[in-house]
């Protein structure tokens, strides 16, 4: 269907194979915490069941877990903050980054000689996120369902989401903020298999950037998702 950012495409693919393996206890921890601060009853927000079910699925112990949920709470005395940071890559490509720290300084510090390592910079608030749109995303694994293509489609057309495509087996639907839980629900109940399910920034626009610039665009986003105080990354380099 509409076109989307071909980084983020690759992303998700890269996403698929490797979320069981890759991914670091804290960064898990943190997006427990996270999912857990809009509700902490898996069976009523949504997001915290997936959360939970991908720590468990990355044999996270019961008890990090828990302690996730109660730091969500506020009972463990941590000053978690959830911060976005904005910046622009090489080659002027724009960069949001989701962040969930305990130290504001350690997080920035990061970030900031990330950017100028590798040729970017941080920006002032506001400068970047106008180019992005906040939208919910659902990853379907078409091997992972019972059902056949054309039921998948035909249920993700009648979830309410607003556009969906398809690439390499993967199915990566995209709705609006607002309808996130009841799409949520039509495709579980019709038996379709969510693989992740998060709230992303879009781009509305999109920067080509040029090819000697790629190679530390990649590095640098490379690098930013692997800290552990930053939860998401994105860009609307093409």
């Known amino acids: 269907m509409s ?5 983020a495409t690759t992303k998700h693919k890269k996403a698929i194979v490797d979320a069981k393996r890759s991914a670091s206890f804290t960064k898990l921890a943190n997006i427990v915490t996270i999912a857990a601060r809009k509700g902490g009853d898996p069976g009523t927000n949504f997001s915290l069941r997936l959360a939970i079910e991908k720590a468990k699925a990355a044999s ?3 008890e990090n877990i828990e302690r996730a949920l109660r ?8 000053d978690l903050s959830e911060i976005i940071y904005e910046g622009y890559g090489p080659g002027g490509a724009a960069i949001l980054i989701e962040c969930l720290t305990d130290n ?3 997080t920035v510090g990061n970030i900031r000689s990330t950017f100028n390592k590798f040729g970017g910079a941080l920006a002032e608030a506001g400068s970047v996120a106008y180019l992005f749109e906040k939208i919910g995303q659902f990853i379907v694994n078409s091997a992972d369902s019972e059902l056949t293509q054309e039921q998948i489609e035909e249920t993700i057309l009648e979830s309410g989401a607003d556009d969906y495509e398809l690439d390499y087996g993967l199915y990566i639907v995209y709705t609006s903020v607002n309808n996130f839980i009841s799409v949520a629900k039509h495709l579980e109940e019709a038996g379709v298999k969510i693989d992740s399910s998060n709230i992303i920034w879009e781009p509305k626009i999109r920067t080509a950037v040029a090819e000697d610039n790629q190679s530390s665009l990649e590095k640098l986003l490379e690098i930013l998702e692997n800290d552990d105080d930053i939860n998401q990354v994105f860009t609307n380099a093409e």
Do not use: N, T
């Not at 076109?3 to 980084?7: A, E, L, N, P, R």
């Open 60 to 62: 996270m112990p019961k």
């Open 3 to 7: 076109g989307h950012s071909k980084w």
């Open 71 to 78: 730091r969500a709470q506020g009972k463990l005395g941590d």
């Open 104 to 106: 504001k300084l350690r």
